[in-house]
């Protein structure tokens, strides 16, 4: 990926953090945040990741229907 691209993929990455709120949530202790992270990638790890993903993704699609954030 070139620097560009990964940049851009970083800054989008950062603004669905704000879009689902954890910023003010946190009062932006990126600690925190990092952890809630680790907890999800150990969720994925546990061996029910496609039914995770999916949930995870309805969600999603849900709040961008809804404009959330």
Do not use: C, S, Y
Not at 12 to 23: D, N, P, S, T
């Amino acid at each position: 990926m070139k620097r560009r691209e990964r940049t851009r993929q970083l800054i989008e990455l950062g603004g669905l953090i704000a879009k689902a709120g954890l910023v003010e949530l946190t009062e932006d202790d990126r600690t925190a945040i990092l952890g809630l992270l680790l907890e999800a990638a150990a969720r994925l790890r546990d061996g029910n990741r496609e039914h995770v993903l999916k949930l995870w993704r309805r969600r999603g699609r849900r709040a961008f229907e809804h404009g959330v954030g």
